[in-house]
């Protein structure tokens, strides 16, 4: 297998919102900004708490792909519709984080 997905969601993620098609945008983002091998698998992490959803995958950045941030403002722009509370973006040498809030909880 070349990709893991550890899911840790607490139960109250069923009252969980989030604008349309957030998740998909993190998942391809993943994909298309990462090696992806058999010996250099993707591992994401998705975990969240009573007012988070946290998205971490391993950062194995592909070479020959230069980051635009679309995907980024895309999910901002989600999120801006309908609350001031944007979502979080980290790097660091190993891993991407992003942070989103419920917008239950906004």
Not at 12 to 41: D, S
Not at 61 to 70: L, N, R
């Amino acid at each position: 297998r070349k990709t893991f997905v550890s899911n840790q969601v607490t139960e109250n993620l069923k009252e969980f919102k989030i604008p349309v098609g957030t998740l998909f945008v993190m998942a391809e983002n993943a994909i298309a900004h990462n090696i992806i091998f058999q010996k250099h698998p993707l591992h994401a992490l998705i975990k969240s708490d009573e007012n988070f959803l946290y998205v971490i995958n391993n950062y194995q950045p592909k070479k020959d792909v230069i980051s635009m941030g679309v995907g980024q403002q895309s999910i901002i722009k989600g999120y801006a519709l309908f609350t001031d509370r944007l979502p979080e973006f980290k790097m660091s040498k190993k891993h991407y984080y992003v942070k989103i809030t419920s917008l239950k909880q906004a």
